[in-house]
């Protein structure tokens, strides 16, 4: 398929002008030397909307002379997603003593397309034996319509489908299961939470963010979360599994959550502080080393508690990049395991720590964070430069680098020597 024909001039008579593409996109576009850009393979915009090739002409001169220009390309959108839910199947419940226009359930709707192509969308109930009269869908949102008309202990299942607004449209179909209650007197109980979220420099992945949960004293109730406002950075499923539907940008997130039971709706938040692995503060944490403890007896919650006394912040401002069983690096406990725990620490200006500062506090505090939490405290600091591994005419700094596997981090802190003025090789014993 033929896009365009770049086309040039030369002030210089008889030049015969050849075109050439630089690479970047050899196996998605071409160029002959007449200047005809074909495409070569079908585009997807959801896979890259915008392609900016480098178009160079060059005459046939002695000296062969050239210029570069580029040609911007936008791919355009058609309706070839079809709408989709988090989930395909939904279980909830309401009572009998529900109100009219009670929301049951805000339906999370996601389609690649653009406008025009995915929202705004169309909901509509296509069966369910005696759920069409009760229950009605307006803008995405499960109502009771006539909680009159339901029974006790019945259930209620709905054929729901969702329409894209493309030509023709494209469809998806969900499951609503509706458990009703004889009554509904106690509504949820949510307490706020917060979490940190490592990312990794080029990570892209959907991740899970935390599993939230509420409690309700109703026997057989079953709460339904969601987000108040979608965020394209973050997904809550049903069932109060939070995700995250891109990369998000690295800062504080405050997700404002409603909890439902089918008669009662509860609001709660939850804070999300994402931080970058390769940050400053990340490649220069402090290590800490525990005795007598490993990754499934570490209790994180009292640790980071402790750890925000002792250096004078709150326990939100500590995040543990990583906890890993090691063995000991003291000669007479080589053979005993202990826990790594690897964190940085943000004090009350909100400015990260420095290595030195927390040491200092540790260190000082020593006695009542073993009384405190219980563990021995082997190695307040696991810098490798303390070993002395340089050379006495260089200087040592330690850097801290992460790795994943199997979704857990693990931090490698290794020493690089540096020679000094006028000097080089692996000893710095070399002059120059």
């Keep these: 398929m033929t896009i365009v024909t770049v086309t040039a001039t030369d002030d210089d008579s008889n030049q015969t002008l050849t075109f050439s593409l630089e690479n970047t996109y050899q196996n998605t576009f071409s160029m002959d030397s007449s200047g005809v850009l074909v495409l070569m393979k079908t585009l997807d915009r959801e896979r890259q909307e915008e392609y900016v090739l480098n178009v160079t002409v060059s005459d046939d001169g002695d000296p062969v002379l050239s210029s570069t220009t580029t040609v911007s390309l936008t791919v355009t959108d058609v309706n070839d ?5 988090a989930v395909s199947h939904f279980s909830l419940s309401t009572s009998v003593d529900t109100d009219t226009g009670t929301e049951l359930l805000k339906l999370s709707i996601n389609d690649q397309d653009g406008p025009g192509n995915g929202a705004p969308f169309t909901t509509a109930i296509l069966s369910g034996a005696g759920g069409k009269k009760a229950f009605g869908i307006e803008n995405n949102v499960l109502k009771v319509l006539k909680p009159g008309t339901l029974s006790p202990n019945q259930k209620y299942t709905l054929n729901v489908q969702i329409s894209d607004s493309g030509s023709p449209p494209l469809t998806s179909e969900a499951t609503i299961v509706i458990s009703v209650l004889p009554t509904n007197t106690y509504p949820p109980v949510a307490a706020p939470a917060q979490v940190n979220l490592p990312l990794f420099e080029r990570d892209v992945r959907c ?7 509420a409690q309700d004293s109703d026997p057989g109730t079953v709460l339904v979360y969601s987000l108040s406002e979608e965020d394209p950075q973050f997904w809550m499923f049903p069932n109060g599994t939070l995700m995250t539907s891109r990369r998000p940008t690295v800062g504080t997130h405050r997700l404002t959550v409603y909890i439902s039971d089918g008669k009662h709706r509860e609001i709660s938040t939850i804070t999300v502080q994402v931080y970058s692995l390769s940050s400053p503060a990340a490649a220069n944490p402090l290590t800490i080393r525990l005795d007598a403890v490993n990754e499934r007896t570490f209790n994180q919650e009292l640790f980071i508690s402790i750890v925000g006394e002792i250096l004078r912040t709150s326990p939100s401002e500590i995040i543990v990049l990583s906890a890993e069983d090691k063995p000991s690096t003291s000669r007479k406990r080589a053979a005993q395991q202990g826990l790594e725990v690897t964190l940085i620490a943000r004090g009350s200006g909100g400015e990260y720590m420095s290595v030195d500062d927390m040491k200092k506090l540790m260190s000082r505090d020593l006695v009542l964070f073993q009384e405190r939490t219980g563990y021995i405290l082997d190695t307040i ?14 200087t040592c700094t330690s850097s801290t680098s992460y790795t994943l596997h199997n979704d857990k981090i693990s931090a490698v802190t290794t020493p690089q020597c540096k020679c000094g003025d006028g000097l080089e090789g692996s000893r710095c014993d070399i002059k120059v």
């Design 81 to 85: 997603n079809p709408p989709r839910l």
């Design 207 to 213: 991740q899970t963010v935390l599993e939230y949960s």
């Design 381 to 394: 600091d696991l810098d490798p430069c303390l070993r002395e591994p340089c050379p006495m005419s260089s």
